[in-house]
């Protein structure tokens, strides 16, 4: 992409409204502009980075044996009636009237209509275990939107819902999810942390918030050091394996974890003292187990081996995208801008073109452009005509993990700057080593 012919409208003031670091930086560097209290447009930037963490996320999701479907966001209220929430979940539904005076709402979650999907269709056991997904928007009417898309009314959601003949497979299939999700975060270049959570409006009694770390995080959390060290499972990790998963998820909850609400003084003084960790986290994952709570006011039955009906036993296991960003940013930032991880960032790397409308910083940037877009690192040419302070400051503040300039002093010599953006190290290559260095990476 030329940065002359894309639309990355940058701030320079810090933004008033923004209290944390991700908020002020989302909207400085162009990633969003708030369109009404929590709700959100995502600008090309932050849509890249948004395609990113998705993809992310759907690879693990299908790795795990769970399918991507898409439900819609508006819903009858009729199936919220059936399981009975429709009068229990309060003024954060937004509930809307259409013109034949029907009762529908903009889904703030999916048990309901994954419930009504799966009793419409499946019939047996033999079609269990079955994990549908899909990637949505929700609304939530939240007392106070803040933080940007931390919290906001409008957000995208990817909810996973699973389905089993009983407790067994059910446990099984949230091992699975839990493994999935260790993966997703650490993939997002995130350190999560299980903890055992409340289960609130989606009821159940089985729990776990995956955590990052961050002063300004919304939730107080209490957690060993341990997991600060602990090895997240590789690609090769076999998700049809049940006994592997339920190791996996007895080593990530045995030293204790929990959110301020789940918090037990008593077991936490078990933990020695320095090994204690309190500290302030941001939710970016929740899954639940609630086995028949669903399932059985809505007849979502099949027919079990001893040729029985049975209520299938389900959970379902949320992750915010849009919420995972800002929790990228404020795990990764400086005074000058974002630092993205190589796996998220909009673009690949920077090329910085000192002189444009000179012969060779022209054909050079091209070149190196043409020789990146070849190499799979997608680049951000800047072409335009700012003054040199400026175009480093701007790419300082998109964070892209690396800068390449190219300058007539350079080329005299042969050689382009590069600079690691978490570093700051710069160094003088040619453009060919240039080339090979940065797409080690991609
Ligand atoms: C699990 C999937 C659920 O809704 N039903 C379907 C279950 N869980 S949850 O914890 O309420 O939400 C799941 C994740 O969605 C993100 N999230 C938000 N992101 C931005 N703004 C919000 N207001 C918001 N509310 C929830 C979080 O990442 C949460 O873990």
Redesign the pocket.
Known sequence: MRLSRYFLPLLKENPKEAEIVSHRLMLRAGMIRQQAAGIYSMLPLGKRVLDKVCNIIREEQNRSGAIEILMPTIQSADLWRESGRYDDYGKEMLRITDRHERDLLYGP???EMVTDIFRSYVRSYKDLPLNLYHIQWKF?D?IRPRFG????RE?L?K?AYSFDLDFEGARAAYNRMFVAYLRTFERCGLKSIPMRADTGP?GGDLSH?FIVLADTGESEVFCHRDYLEMDVPGADVDFTDDAQMASIVEKWTTPYAATDEMHDEAEWEKTPIPERLSARGI????I?HFGTKYSEPMGAVVTGPDGKQHAVSMG?????P??LIAAIIEASHDDNGIIWPESVAPFGAGIINMKPGDAGCDSWSDDLYAKFAAAGVDPLLDDTHERAGAKFAAMDLIGLPWQVTVGPRGIGSGVVEVKNRKSGEKQELSPEAAVNLIAKGA
């Open positions: 979650t999916n048990e939530r939240e898309v931390m919290r906001g957000f959601m909810d989606i918030e939710e970016v994952g929740h639940f379902s296991y949320g992750i915010g849009t919420r």
